[in-house]
């Protein structure tokens, strides 16, 4: 079974809007960490946010935010304000604790394309 | 900044041909991983490794094998290339401990013919 999953192979917004790209996972662990990165056509995958399971507060670093739902096992990432250059891939991944290996698993992405 | 340098961007080899590709980190990172990305397929681990010498399996290991003699460099190996292995493969480290992001190298698309 998938530990990550992103049902979303593709998404589209216009500029300017909101988008919300989903992730949902599977973990046994109480301790892990959530982590959402964006890949650009030139391949490099940059690191955008991250969500520790037991932080109460959704993290938020300039327009993205995470949508963290620990009952429902989501980690929604959300962008603010959409620009051209946030088209990309998106791949959210997760770290399980010390019951878990420390390795990072990763879903299988999202492609978001920002129209003008 | 931390810098993960991957030695080539793209590679062309043939079928049969003994490929290496080699990862640097300047940060004195402890874990540095190797990741094989297919499209549809998101990022695969190869084979990672938590200190010089040490390494273990991923989850596609079959056909790669890894080295690590100096905490600086990891390095992936093809034995013997093949074509299911043209991919893009992504370099990355971290600390040993803590909840940090993994940072990644620019990568290196190769192909085999």
């Known amino acids: 079974a998938q530990k990550i999953t992103q049902t979303q192979p593709g998404m589209f917004v216009q500029e300017k809007e909101a988008v919300t790209l989903d992730c949902t996972y599977d973990?046994?662990?109480?301790?892990?960490?959530l982590f959402w990165y964006k890949q650009p056509s030139s391949g490099e995958m940059i690191f955008l946010i991250y969500?520790?399971?037991?932080?109460?507060q959704n993290a938020t670093e300039g327009r993205y935010s995470l949508n963290f739902q620990k009952a429902r096992k989501s980690a929604n990432l959300v962008i603010s304000a959409s620009q051209l250059g946030d088209s990309a891939m998106y791949f959210c991944?997760?770290?399980?604790?010390?019951?878990?290996?420390?390795?990072?698993?990763f879903g299988r992405g999202t492609s978001l394309i920002v129209h003008p | 900044d931390v810098k993960v340098t991957q030695s080539s961007r793209y590679l062309v080899k043939r079928t049969g041909e003994k490929v290496f590709l080699e990862c640097v980190q300047d940060?004195?990172?402890?874990?540095m991983f190797w990741y094989r990305q297919d499209p549809g397929l998101g990022l695969r681990l190869i084979y990672f490794?938590?200190?010089?010498?040490?390494?273990e399996k991923g989850d596609i290991p079959e056909g790669y094998s890894v080295s690590r003699e100096k905490k600086e460099r990891f390095s992936l190996i093809l034995e013997s290339a093949s074509t299911n292995q043209t991919s893009m493969y992504l370099c990355?480290?971290?600390?040993?401990?803590?909840?940090?992001?993994?940072?990644f190298g620019p990568g290196t698309r190769l192909t085999v013919l």
């Open positions: 990355a480290s971290t600390p040993l401990a803590g909840d940090n992001e993994q940072f």
């Open positions: 973990t046994s662990d109480q301790s892990y960490g």
């Open positions: 969500q520790g399971s037991y932080d109460e």
């Open positions: 991944a997760m770290r399980e604790g010390p019951g878990g290996s420390y390795i990072p698993t």
């Open positions: 940060m004195d990172h402890e874990n």
């Open positions: 490794s938590y200190d010089v010498k040490m390494k």
